[in-house]
């Protein structure tokens, strides 16, 4: 069955060209030219991935994502202009998985799309517990085969990327990870992200995690090295 990808964008010529490609690469494509119109097409049926421009009228691409974070894991690329580094921050904070900056690369966003779809994956694996996919590191849970984590008891709501990110890290409790490493744990090797992008995921796990605990500081950031986690 093919995927279902939704492209939110004002801009008509963008819209017209990416859905040719991605359709040419077997992609179901549904269109939203504003936001309000994409958050009621995405809710009545949601997408397996959606691309999201920022600057957009009626509702901006920030608030969709807020909008659609309230209810929905989905994947979602942030499309952002040239020199818009404050919207990709806050972009990747609000839970984003991965940005792309305009003027961009459709084989590069296609790649893209196709990485966080096999992330995304995890979700339909097997609900059988397997032992080796569990991992406990003190009130740490875990849950690979069920893309499940939890602390102190308490679920921790999480994106693929945010998953992989803290298993990354948990695997190997005092092993320092530099930024290439968690790279391709949470996007694959063959596709680079910026160092900011890393940065910005783990300051977002770590606010998910002191909403449940305010004293969480067992991701450390070893500054000019990468991150490690603290058992």
Known sequence: MAHTV???????????????????????????TDGAEALRGLSQRPPDLAVLDIKMPRMDGMELLQRLRQTSQMPVIFLTSKDDELDELMGLRMGADDYIKKPFSQRLL???IRALLRREALRGESPEVDPGQIITRGPLLLDGARHACSWKGQPIDLTVTEFLLVRALAQ????????????DAAYGEHVYVDD??????????????KTVDPDFSQIETLYGVGYRYKE
């Open 172 to 183: 190997r409790p005092g092993h320092v990870k530099n930024r290439d490493q968690l790279m």
């Open 110 to 112: 296609i790649e893209r």
């Open 196 to 209: 900011r992008t890393i940065d910005s995921h783990i300051k977002r796990l770590r606010k998910k995690f």
């Open 6 to 32: 939704a492209l939110v964008d004002d801009d008509r010529n963008i819209l017209a060209s990416v859905s040719i490609a991605l359709e040419a690469e077997g992609f179901d494509v549904r269109t939203y």
